[in-house]
T-cell receptor, first 114, second 115 residues
C-alpha cells in the first residue's frame, strides 16, 4: 500500500516557468488537498477537493491551479513560477472531510524558484 | 482570521524527561484536534488526535489534553527517547461560512531529545 505519492521530490525552476506537481493516492480517499510549508509558518492550505470534479480554494491559492478528474490524482499546477513560491509542498488525503478526519501526507516536493 | 498558536518553537530535553507542547485556538466551534510528527525529509504523520467531547486521550507514552473553555490543548510525551526528536505540529478544525471544515496548523515545535 503506497499511500500518498508525490513527484518529483525536488525541482528547480526559473521565474516565469510553469510546472505540475503530481499527487496520487491509492486509499480511495474522497478528500485531497495541497499545503505549502514555509519556515515559521506551519502548513498552509492552497487548494482542496472533496471528490472527483470538485475543487475549491484554501488560504493561499493565488498562482496555483488544480483539477480532480479522478479519485486517485490531484495535480497542482504553477502557472508562472515566482520566487515567493519557493517552498516545500505537501499533498494530503483523508477518508472524510479535511477538518474531521486524519490527513495522510505524502513526503513532499521541495521547490526552488530562482 | 482563525488561527492556532503553538509554543514553544523549540524544546530541548534529556532522554527520559517529559516534554509538553501547548496550542491555543480561536474558533469556539473547533471540534477536532490532531497532532502530527514530522521527521526530516518526510511528510507529517498523525500521532494522536482528540475530539471535543473528550478531555484527555492517551496512547502509550503520548497523551493529549483538551480544555475547551480555555481553548487550548497540549501534547505530553513521557519518558522521551532520541527517536522522539522531530518537529511536532498541532492543528484545529475551523468551520468556514460554507460549512466546510478545514484544518489550521500551528507553526510547529522542534523537539530535540539528547541521550
Amino acid at each position: 500500500n503506497a499511500g500518498v505519492t508525490q513527484t518529483p521530490k525536488f525541482q528547480v525552476l526559473k521565474t516565469g516557468q510553469s510546472m505540475t506537481l503530481q499527487c496520487a493516492q491509492d486509499m480511495n480517499h474522497e478528500y485531497m488537498s495541497w499545503y505549502r510549508q514555509d519556515p515559521g509558518m506551519g502548513l498552509r492550505l492552497i487548494h482542496y477537493s472533496v471528490g472527483a470534479g470538485i475543487t475549491d480554494q484554501g488560504e493561499v491559492p493565488n498562482g496555483y491551479n488544480v483539477s480532480r478528474s479522478t479519485t486517485e490524482d490531484f495535480p497542482l499546477r504553477l502557472l508562472s513560477a515566482a520566487p515567493s513560491q519557493t517552498s516545500v509542498y505537501f499533498c494530503a488525503s483523508s477518508p472524510g472531510t479535511g477538518g474531521r478526519s486524519p490527513l495522510h501526507f505524502g513526503n513532499g516536493t521541495r521547490l526552488t524558484v530562482t | 482570521g482563525e488561527n492556532v498558536e503553538q509554543h514553544p518553537s523549540t524544546l530541548s530535553v534529556q532522554e527520559g524527561d517529559s516534554a509538553v507542547i501547548k496550542c491555543t485556538y480561536s474558533d469556539s466551534a473547533s471540534n477536532y484536534f490532531p497532532w502530527y510528527k514530522q521527521e526530516l525529509g518526510k511528510g507529517p504523520q498523525l500521532i494522536i488526535d482528540i475530539r471535543s467531547n473528550v478531555g484527555e486521550k492517551k496512547d502509550q507514552r503520548i497523551a493529549v489534553t483538551l480544555n475547551k473553555t480555555a481553548k487550548h490543548f497540549s501534547l505530553h510525551i513521557t519518558e522521551t527517547q532520541p527517536e522522539d526528536s522531530a518537529v511536532y505540529f498541532c492543528a484545529a478544525s475551523i468551520r468556514e461560512d460554507t460549512g466546510f471544515q478545514k484544518l489550521v496548523f500551528g507553526t510547529g515545535t522542534r523537539l530535540l531529545v539528547s541521550p
